[in-house]
């Protein structure tokens, strides 16, 4: 596909995971591969468990980790490991990595509609199994259920005023495209600064769809109640409601005694990083570890 994939903090996530040569690690957003191969380049005996919604992405991990025989790849949501885990025969697990939110394939991938600057459908499902895609949520909700997720998965302070120019337009014709959808908030805001006005209607429009802090919450569940003691959890989110999750999860989970949190403060990128991989600028790293 032509399509470069630079895991993010890799390094960082590696070093983080204490990765040992017999242990047992979930990848539960293994994506194009990258951090599983970083683990399974530190530690070649170790066993990895590579999760994801995208079939896609999941062909494309395969292909890169070919060369590795303890690797199994499944089309499964993270909040599942658990029961992926138990299936394997495995109890326990050493490391879990979650790098949350939309991934390279997702934003370069001709037909995903998760991107503006694209002219194609509005689609957006990370798992093309599912029913509801974005052009089913701009046509359906309501102006108020519209302006409603647009202001809590967005943070976007102009959210009425996006419903309302998007329940206006499709009144004349079902807006299909990225295109279509992207012009409609440009008129309804105008343009200010660097960020396209539609990013953040875009971002909540797909954490609409997949359910995403949803998800993000239950799989941090369901990886502590497998996480070996001394086990590592690390989870790199790219906005604040992602990293607010993370950052109470981890919280809660050592109020009742169950983890100790590695990091107080989030790891971020190292300058370098963000220059060669302008992707990474808003990652950041959380790590845990059970008790």
């Known amino acids: 596909m032509g399509i470069v994939h630079i ?18 690690y979930v ?29 896609r992405a999941l ?3 395969r292909e890169r980790l070919s060369a590795y025989r303890r690797v199994h790849l499944l089309q ?6 658990g029961s992926v885990v138990r ?11 979650l790098d949350v939110g939309v991934s390279t394939l997702h934003l370069k991938a001709e ?62 014709e079902r807006i299909r495209s990225c295109k279509d959808l992207a012009v409609i908030v440009e008129k309804a805001v105008g343009r200010r600064g660097k960020i396209h006005p539609a990013t953040r209607t875009f971002q909540a429009l797909r954490i609409e769809v997949n359910g995403e802090l ?37 919280r809660k989970l050592a109020r009742e005694g169950l983890f100790r949190i590695i990091t107080k403060k989030p790891l971020l990128p190292a300058r370098e990083e963000r220059s060669m991989n302008p992707s990474s600028r808003s990652a950041k790293l959380r790590v845990g570890e059970k008790i």
């Not at 895991?7 to 047992?24: C, H, Q, Y």
């Not at 299936?87 to 990595?97: A, C, K, M």
């Open 76 to 81: 499964e949501r993270f909040s599942q490991m």
């Open 27 to 55: 990848d539960g957003t293994v994506g194009l591969g990258g951090h599983a191969e970083g683990i399974l380049e530190r530690a070649p005996q170790c066993t990895v468990i590579g999760l994801d919604r995208d079939g």
């Open 87 to 97: 299936r394997l025969g495995h109890e326990t697990v050493q490391g879990i990595v």
């Open 214 to 250: 949803d998800e993000l919450a239950a799989g941090i569940d369901a990886g502590a109640e497998i996480l070996e003691r001394g086990g590592r959890f690390c989870v790199l989110s790219y906005h604040s409601l992602e990293d607010r999750i993370v950052k109470n999860a981890f």
């Open 59 to 61: 062909e494309l991990a």
């Open 7 to 24: 895991p993010v903090m890799r390094e960082e996530v590696i070093e983080a995971l204490k990765v040992t040569g017999s242990g047992v």
């Open 111 to 172: 037909g995903r509609g998760f991107s503006f600057l694209r002219d194609e459908p509005l689609d957006m499902r990370m798992d093309v199994r599912q029913r509801l895609n974005a052009e089913d949520v701009v046509n359906s909700y309501r102006e108020q259920e519209l302006a409603d997720l647009i202001w809590r998965f967005g943070e976007e302070r102009y959210s009425r005023r996006i419903a309302k120019a998007i329940v206006r337009s499709r009144r004349r």
